[in-house]
């Protein structure tokens, strides 16, 4: 009798492990959006287009720090913080050139963030 409530707990226990995994699928995507967008408005030819992009990037970072808090990765909500504060620099930027190099961060950033989301379980 013994042997079967330790075994009923063991089975209970790796099925509840798995069922509540963290599952950050949503804060790769956004930290993915959010990626693309600060990638794009690296590639402009022109500070409203960086400027735009920027303005994209981060509202796709702010929604992969949103996931990552939700799914518990500390490491991707930090990483997508970095991204969102990196963009909104390029967005303030008056100088195409520092909206550029901000926008390099933005990219570097949310590419973190999606390789922590990664990390945490996708």
Do not use: H, P, W
Not at 68 to 87: F, K, L, R, T, V
């Amino acid at each position: 009798m013994i042997k079967l409530i330790v075994a009923i707990s063991l089975l209970t226990a790796c099925l509840s492990t798995s069922a509540f995994a963290a599952n950050c699928s949503d804060a790769f995507s956004y930290a993915d959006d959010a990626y693309t967008q600060a990638k794009r408005g690296y590639r402009s030819g022109n500070l409203d287009d960086a400027a735009y992009r920027a303005k994209r990037a981060m509202s796709d970072a702010e929604d992969a720090m949103s996931a990552a808090d939700d799914c518990g990765c500390d490491d991707a909500y930090s990483a997508a913080d970095d991204a969102y504060s990196y963009a909104r620099k390029a967005y303030r930027s008056d100088n195409y050139d520092d909206a550029i190099r901000y926008l390099r961060k933005a990219k570097s950033s949310a590419d973190d963030a999606m390789s922590y989301a990664d990390d945490c379980g996708t």
